[in-house]
């Protein structure tokens, strides 16, 4: 792992056509004389929370008057100054947005990471509005906690209306580059026993159910987190009795896939991954890693309190929020359910449909993606191929219209994640339909999902499971058009 990280920095110092994103900016802009506006200021840096009792050290984005990550208007250009303010090098991606790609944050695509003490702007003007988030594209940090929301107000927003922003986290207390090095190591010695019904979904088509349900989460996590806090002491928010909620929720855990249960509150979800839906309304939604549910919540008139919980996938454990609606006593919340939570499926996927769909054509371009790994070495890769810089990038052309097949070969679910774009989902097991607009799907074991997109953003760009140690084992490819 260590090895390939530097081999991308290395291979990237030595090439001209990769510049750091501090000289890729228009040199005028908000220089003397200039009358852009100013840029917000984030700093990345390295800060204490209390987890469980005990106090760990993680990783946070933020403003210097303490905000975590942005709110800002669509429209507005992005213009902002990343300040690497920890002892190692990092770099942010916007995680849903299309900027420039020299501007997308992907050590070793867009350019190199931030050196310790470094700065380095961005400048790209905002197309669309919704709930997006920003994380480390570094090595392992965004499993400390080194990611934010970013919220984008657009004319669906309504000044009078309070939002509530959710982020959700995995979090464990073991290092993990440490819990990289125990995940390949268990790999290889369930190789050696033999009798891993992981492995044995791993050679060929997995089949659902049971096998895959042992393989939902490959890390034995210490807590999962809302807003930083567990329900042992879980945020309590204050909210009207009687009035509407907005509720943006962000998964920006490193390998977990949740589902949000609201209890006695019934939601209208009208939003996933920032982009908007036919609205759905129920009490249980599921979020894949990486993705983003916006709902709007009637709180009835009576005083009460409220939690919102995310159950963690094919387990009891869950982590939240509480709402309190007038004067009440907000009681504890357990962090273990009565039930463990069913895997993801693709049923509420499958149920969405986008309010503002792709224009209707034909694909000028079909790639398939087989999604595939080597459990006994920990190694997952993408169509057999573990990621290294010298892999070629899937070859697509400006102006085209671009379908991914992607079909999931392996026992365990990987949310893909396409970098620049946006996309829709078209089709599941061969059922094509006009889906959600996203940026992250869920594929699950066995399943075949395809999604289309407009090549409009020219240049080099990231396709990845989002789980983080699938990404850093190799389940990644690029992409690339001039
Ligand atoms: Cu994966």
């Known amino acids: 792992m260590l090895s390939r990280r530097s081999v991308i920095v290395g291979a990237l110092a030595a090439s001209p056509s990769f510049r750091p994103i501090a000289q890729a900016q228009n040199p005028t802009a908000g220089g003397p004389g200039g009358d852009a506006p100013p840029r917000t200021i984030l700093q990345l840096q390295r800060r204490n ?6 106090t760990a050290s993680v990783y946070g ?22 300040e690497n303010g920890i002892d190692e ?103 050696i026993a033999g009798a891993s019904p992981r492995m044995a979904t791993m050679t060929g088509m997995a089949q659902n159910g049971a096998d895959a349900a042992r393989d939902l989460n490959d890390v034995k996590y210490d807590a999962f987190l809302a807003n930083y806090r567990t329900l042992a002491d879980p945020e309590v928010v204050k909210v009207e009795p009687g009035r509407e909620v907005l509720l943006r929720i962000i998964n920006a855990s490193s390998m977990t896939n949740f589902h949000v249960e609201l209890g006695q509150l019934q939601g209208r979800l009208i939003a996933v991954d920032g982009f908007p839906i036919v609205p759905q309304t129920g009490r249980r939604f599921p979020i894949a890693d990486a993705q983003r549910l916006d709902m709007r919540l009637a709180l009835p008139r009576a005083s009460a309190a409220y939690p919102i919980l995310a159950l963690v996938e094919g387990e009891r454990r869950q982590t939240g929020i ?48 087989n999604l595939t790994g080597e459990m006994a070495k920990y190694i997952w890769s993408l169509n057999n191929v573990a990621w290294t810089p010298s892999v070629p990038s899937l070859p697509i052309a400006n102006g085209e219209r671009v379908e991914l097949v992607m079909i999931n070969r392996t026992g365990m679910s990987h949310p893909m994640h396409l970098h620049g774009h946006e996309f829709q989902v078209v089709e599941i097991d061969g059922k094509r339909f006009a889906g959600a607009v996203r940026d992250t799907v869920l594929v699950p074991p066995g399943r075949r999902v395809v999604v289309a997109f407009d090549a409009n953003n020219p240049g080099l760009w990231a396709f990845h499971c989002h789980l983080l140690y699938h990404l850093d084992a190799g389940m990644f490819t690029t992409l690339k058009y001039v």
Not at 155 to 166: F, G, K, L, S, T
């Open 49 to 54: 929370i209390v987890v469980n009792g005990k």
């Open 61 to 82: 984005i933020r403003q210097p008057d303490g905000t975590f990550g942005i709110t800002t208007d669509v429209g507005k250009p992005f213009r902002v100054r990343v």
């Open 89 to 191: 090098p990092s770099l942010i991606h916007w995680h849903g947005l299309t900027p420039p790609w020299q501007q997308d944050g992907v050590p070793g695509i867009s350019g190199p990471p931030i050196p310790a003490g470094g700065t380095a702007d961005y400048d790209f003007p905002l197309r669309f509005g919704g709930t997006f988030w920003m994380h480390s594209h570094e090595g392992l940090q965004e499993q400390l906690l080194m990611a934010a929301p970013l919220i984008i107000h657009d004319q669906r927003d309504r000044a009078d209306q309070q939002e509530i922003v959710v982020m959700l986290a995995d979090f464990s207390f073991t290092p993990p580059d440490q819990i990289f090095a125990d995940l390949r190591k268990r790999s290889a010695m369930s190789q």
């Open 322 to 369: 509480v709402l309190s609606a007038g004067a009440v006593d907000v009681a504890r919340v357990p962090e273990i359910a009565d039930q463990p939570s069913p895997a993801l499926t693709l049923d509420f996927e499958r149920r969405l449909r986008a309010a503002a769909p792709l224009r209707a054509r034909k694909a000028d371009r079909v790639h398939t993606i």
